[in-house]
């Protein structure tokens, strides 16, 4: 890696993997009802769809390799790339089904990442980056470097961390210079 | 985790799994020559075996998964894991058919190991732990803790790193409490 650059851990699901939308479209093909996706606001992901929906999906082959990027992921990183070392830090672990689905997603949407610079886990407390961006708090609120908190429906009602909705203000955030005015 | 415990990264080939063993084993059953494992001392592992054996053997299907354990890591692991938060970090990711592979591998062997302490990774220098135990230098080098070089035929020459030559004396460098005279 280039000891220059500040180092930057982004997760997948609700971060660069639109999981929320996959989670609606999966449950539209199997039942008919095309649910919005504010059934997932201020809940635990796994309570959002009914049948325990969810926890069935997530372990079904083929869930997150068949995942929409989050918009405008691809082209946020691209950007970041430039001035940051990129790490792709995914708690894969709890399902080991998903190690190659996510593995194969990362070469097919996000080729211009290294395997090298990819980190599959369980507890995310032992990376050690700069920043982390994530949508789970329980990733967060142990991290040394500076937490990012990526908006989904299920952080909406979190305050304790610098938050961005979106790839265009998580961007903004980063390249902002410390020697910029805050105002 | 348990906040109180110090934290180890400890690496799976040449620290878990005697990959030596098993590269010898498979070129024996290939070559119908068995070789001794003193042919991977001071060079590397790549190439040590005639005719590139090491590089087929680490992409064929099979070979992480039937490694051998390495003599006392079992042991030492169940010990350690009374003081220490143990995570497996395995820069598993240049080798992707070896991610499930180690994964299952981990799960026969080392089954008191949670998938929340399981880490497969490119590029160890995220890795933010108190201790790492690995054989090779480059996961070493840019350590922010404390590293501890695992003997393999590969280091034998290696002198910048404190130096573990078993499963015995890395229990007995990490159980030192810090007050215990050094002599």
């Known amino acids: 890696m280039d000891q220059k650059k500040k180092t ?7 971060v660069i993997a639109d999981t929320v939308a ?5 449950y539209a093909r199997d039942s008919g009802v095309r649910l919005s996706r504010k059934v997932f606001e201020r809940k635990a992901e796994k309570d959002a769809l009914p049948g325990n929906a969810v926890r069935k999906y997530v372990v079904s082959p083929g869930f997150f390799r068949t995942a929409p990027v989050m ?19 995914s708690a894969a672990m709890e399902f ?16 211009f990442i290294s395997w090298r610079n990819i980190v599959f886990c369980g507890d995310k ?3 050690g980056t700069d920043y982390m961006i994530d ?8 991290f040394r470097g500076v937490p990012i908190l990526y908006t989904s429906e299920h952080n ?10 979106n790839w265009a203000e998580a961007i903004s955030f980063l390249k902002k210079k410390p020697a910029d005015p805050i105002i």
């Not at 930057?8 to 609700?14: F, P, Q, R, S, T």
């Not at 909406?156 to 909705?165: E, K, M, P, S, Y």
């Open 135 to 142: 949508d789970h708090v329980k990733n967060l609120d142990f």
């Open 96 to 111: 080991p089904q998903s190690l190659s689905e996510k593995y194969d997603w990362l070469a097919e949407h996000f080729e």
């Open 8 to 14: 930057i851990a982004i997760d997948m699901d609700g």
């Open 125 to 127: 407390s032992v990376i």
């Open 22 to 26: 996959h989670f609606v479209e999966w």
């Open 156 to 165: 909406l009602d979190i305050v304790r961390h610098t938050r961005v909705n």
């Open 71 to 89: 918009p405008g992921a691809r082209e946020a990183l691209l950007e970041l790339s430039k001035d940051f070392e990129i790490y792709i830090v």
